[in-house]
């Protein structure tokens, strides 16, 4: 889900073209212990949504059991995005202080026992303050996770590093429809929030024995290491420190990444949140019954977070500068969302499902490709500083969107509206992105 002080601003986004030579890693064996990380990633990505999600799902068991208005359930959504939003405002700055080692252990740690405290809830406002917990301990993944592709990986390849990763988005959002309905009808609600929860504590336990910086791993070889640091020469220069958020504010090129995510983010939310709702309600589908089609919408973003991820690298190792191969990959991601705006008016249920597969996976082709903009334009050192304050803003769409689809929800009973503005807010951030940063300028800082 974002800086570093230099007097002599270096020029991350100088990448020498060589569309007559094979990349790198394909003439000599480098290693691969900064994909063994990228795993890492993956796995923190995938459980951070099961647990994200898993309130999604039992959604209409404790509508039932609560009896939850449509309104209520946007409160307990709003009060996971509103911490989310308010955790972004200092997890950054904290990360890139404490290290990624230590700072995406205390960031688990702290959702880990928030997403088994939903157990314990019995009230709507329980569920909030649970809710809360959580989002204020998620806050703290992606600048995390970006912070590590931006250590352990050149630039050439952290759009893909970063599509892999964020691809455990979507495994986590498939896996979860397919166990918690098995948890729950054999074990009760309850227990499916305390056995997604625990999944945090392995993931700590392998982190802490796994990861260290690149130069101080005992276990990445020397040329893996040269290979890492390949396109990071001027590094010496810069200062290593974070640069306050107010800062942030005067930088055209955060707000590039910020009013990115802002337009978007909240539209995955919307696919996470509420498409077992919107299958129960359209299509009358149970708990079980939308398992298979849940699969099949996250299927599609999985294979979108690392297409996406794959095109803009691939057209940079085919000599495109860093601009047009990031622009170009989130421009073909923009446009693919808008056939979603027909799914609410179908009567056919997979043909509803295939095009929110394919809207979901062009928001992670997006999402890869925009994360990786904090790296291309601002310091590795201030890399979780920038994605905090873009995932903030993304964090404070989601808190409108979520109020805005239950009210609209509450109001009209359908879903026409809400996958009408999923279906443009692509084009809209995009219009940002270039008119604030039309070139990937190194922000001057």
């Not at 030579?21 to 995938?46: H, S, Y």
């Not at 979860?176 to 305390?194: D, N």
């Not at 601009?323 to 249920?349: D, E, F, Q």
Request: proline share 5%; glycine share 10%.
């Amino acid at each position: 889900m974002p800086i570093a002080g230099a007097h002599n601003p270096v020029n991350l986004t100088s990448i020498p073209a060589v569309p007559e030579r094979k990349p790198p890693e394909a003439e000599t064996p480098v290693g691969r212990r900064r994909w063994l990380i990228c795993g890492l990633l993956f796995f923190a990505t995938t459980v951070n949504y099961m647990d994200r999600q898993v309130i999604a799902l039992l959604k209409p068991t404790l509508q039932v059991q609560f009896g939850w208005t449509e309104n209520d359930y946007g409160t307990i959504i709003f009060a996971f995005t509103c911490a989310y939003a308010v955790g972004i405002l200092f997890i950054g700055k904290l990360i890139d202080r404490l290290g990624t080692r230590k700072g995406f252990s205390a960031a688990v740690f702290a959702w880990s026992v928030a997403a088994m405290a939903h157990a314990a809830a019995g009230s709507m406002i329980q569920f909030a303050v649970a809710r809360v917990g959580l989002g204020l301990g998620e806050a703290g993944s992606f600048p995390a996770a970006v912070k590590a592709v931006a250590e352990w990986f050149p630039k050439r390849e952290r759009a893909l590093a970063t599509g892999l990763f964020n691809s455990g988005s979507n495994i986590g959002a498939l896996v979860t429809p397919l166990v918690v309905p098995w948890i729950t009808y054999r074990f009760g609600w309850r227990m499916a929030f305390i056995a997604t929860g625990a999944l945090g504590f392995v993931w700590i336990l392998c982190w802490l024995l796994v990861y260290h910086r690149p130069e101080e791993d005992k276990k990445v070889s020397a040329a893996e290491l040269t290979y890492i640091q390949s396109d990071h020469q001027d590094e010496n220069t810069m200062v290593q420190t974070t640069v306050p958020l107010l800062t942030l504010f005067e930088l055209r090129q955060a707000w590039a990444i910020a009013l990115g995510k802002f337009f978007t983010d909240p539209i995955w939310w919307v696919y996470l949140f509420w498409m077992p709702d919107f299958l129960s309600r359209s299509f009358g589908l149970s708990l079980t019954g939308m398992a298979l089609p849940l699969f099949v919408i996250y299927s599609g973003a999985c294979v979108g977070s690392i297409g996406g991820g794959w095109l803009s690298g691939s057209l940079l190792k085919k000599g495109w500068t860093v601009n047009a191969s990031r622009k170009s990959a989130m421009l073909v991601c923009a446009v693919a969302v808008t056939p979603i705006m027909i799914a609410a008016h179908t009567a056919n249920a997979w043909l509803a499902v295939c095009l929110i597969a394919i809207a979901a996976g062009a928001h992670q082709g997006w999402s890869a490709n925009i994360y990786t903009l904090a790296s291309d334009m601002f310091p590795r050192s201030a890399v979780g500083s920038v994605v905090g304050f873009g995932t903030m803003a993304g964090a404070i769409g989601g808190m409108c969107i979520a109020k805005a689809v239950g009210y609209i929800l509450q109001r009209t009973g359908s879903y026409v509206f809400v996958f009408v503005m999923a279906g443009l807010a692509y084009l809209v951030a995009f219009g940002f992105v270039q008119a604030l940063a039309p070139r990937l300028k190194p922000a001057q800082v």
